[in-house]
């Protein structure tokens, strides 16, 4: 069965560093989305992506935060400098472009951020 | 904009009663609706959603949700509970127009006792 597959599963940086999260979708999705889920939450959109063009990125903290997908394909999410507040699980979850909207998106099993 | 409220923090439950764990939304016109289902560290699976037509969808592992316009709910349910059941349980709903990305509940934890 297809997945979304995103590393590093887990990871821990120290304040003012530099982190960044990697995702590959499901082979033939065009969108992409970045969500960031901090514990006791439910996951809020970061940014969306329609094969290498930037949907919507209205939640996205663009001062530390950016978001690629070059090649329509695999997307990085990078943080810099990252801050205490950013410990999350950061999700990453793909769907198939259709007609309509009604297609479910599939996640991966997420990178989950401490920073100390 | 739209939003959903999932009312529960958690629902406790005893294993073979049945379950249900509640969700309203608000979005213009009208919704796609889904239910996802998360294991400790673990991203979301999807379980069932809400296109159009019957209002009772059936989805994975034996869960089914009735959709009910006129209340804005979508409340999750099985017939009959398993302690694997136990996880948090996520809403989320989406406009059949504009903005594409799932807005999210906040999540309820259900938690199954033997």
């Known amino acids: 069965e297809a997945e979304v597959a995103q590393s590093p599963r887990y990871k821990i940086t120290e304040k003012s560093q530099a982190v960044a999260f990697w995702c590959d979708p499901i082979s033939g999705h065009a969108t992409l989305y970045w969500y960031r889920q901090i514990l006791g939450q439910g996951p809020e959109l970061l940014v969306q992506?329609?094969?290498?063009?930037?949907?919507?990125d209205s939640q996205l903290p663009k001062d530390r935060f950016s978001a690629e997908r070059l090649k329509g394909v695999d997307s990085t999410l990078k943080i810099q400098p990252a801050e205490l507040g950013d410990s999350a699980m950061y999700l990453c979850?793909?769907?198939?472009?259709?007609?309509?909207?009604?297609?479910?998106?599939?996640f991966g099993q997420g990178t989950r951020l401490t920073v100390v | 904009a739209q939003s959903v409220a999932q009312p529960e923090d958690q629902v406790n439950v005893a294993e073979g009663n049945p379950l249900t764990v509640k969700c309203t939304y608000s979005v213009s016109g009208n919704p796609y609706l889904f239910w996802y289902v998360q294991y400790p560290n673990r991203g979301l699976q999807f379980l069932l959603k809400y296109i159009t037509g019957d209002n009772l969808v059936k989805g994975s592992y034996g869960f089914e949700a009735e959709f009910n316009k006129s209340q804005t709910s979508f409340h999750l349910k099985k017939p009959s509970a398993l302690v694997s059941d136990s996880a948090l349980y996520f809403c989320a709903v989406r406009a059949h127009t504009g903005r594409r990305a799932l807005t999210f509940g906040s999540g309820t934890r259900l938690q199954v006792q033997p």
């Open positions: 979850a793909s769907s198939l472009v259709g007609r309509t909207q009604n297609t479910e998106a599939f």
């Open positions: 992506f329609q094969d290498e063009s930037v949907v919507d």
